[in-house]
């Protein structure tokens, strides 16, 4: 049975930086790339980062430059260091493994979610 666990929300100021972890335990089947999601209240999922299994990322353009994906494979562990932090980054953070076929996030592993708040 597989399980994603996030961790490292919190409160921080406006200006300042979070590291997000997400360890990965179980079998994981068909999974193309890691990645990480937020929602804030009253607004749709998003995609944050994700890096593919050949080492290709991807970025939402209101975190490029602020925010980095990293992945440890042998510890199964996805990391996303968060500087620069701004009060619209604020929401639940989504660890995802992204599984084949593409688009179907339905069929993804997810985890439970840590939460990231950045007051002004």
């Known amino acids: 049975q597989v399980q994603l666990v996030e961790s490292g929300g919190g409160l921080v100021q406006a200006g300042g930086s979070l590291r997000l972890s997400c360890a990965a335990s179980?079998?994981?089947?068909?999974?193309?790339?890691m990645g990480w999601y937020r929602q804030a209240p009253g607004k749709q999922r998003e995609l944050v980062a994700s890096?593919?299994?050949?080492?290709?990322?991807n970025y939402a353009d209101s975190v490029k430059g602020r925010f980095t994906i990293s992945r440890d494979n042998a510890k199964n562990t996805v990391f996303l260091q968060m500087n620069s932090l701004k009060p619209e980054d604020t929401g639940v953070y989504y660890c995802?493994?992204?599984?084949?076929?593409?688009?179907?996030?339905?069929?993804?592993?997810w985890g439970e979610g840590t939460l990231v708040t950045v007051s002004s």
């Open positions: 995802n493994a992204d599984r084949w076929p593409p688009g179907n996030s339905e069929m993804d592993y």
């Open positions: 179980g079998i994981m089947y068909d999974v193309r790339a």
């Open positions: 890096m593919a299994n050949s080492g290709r990322t």
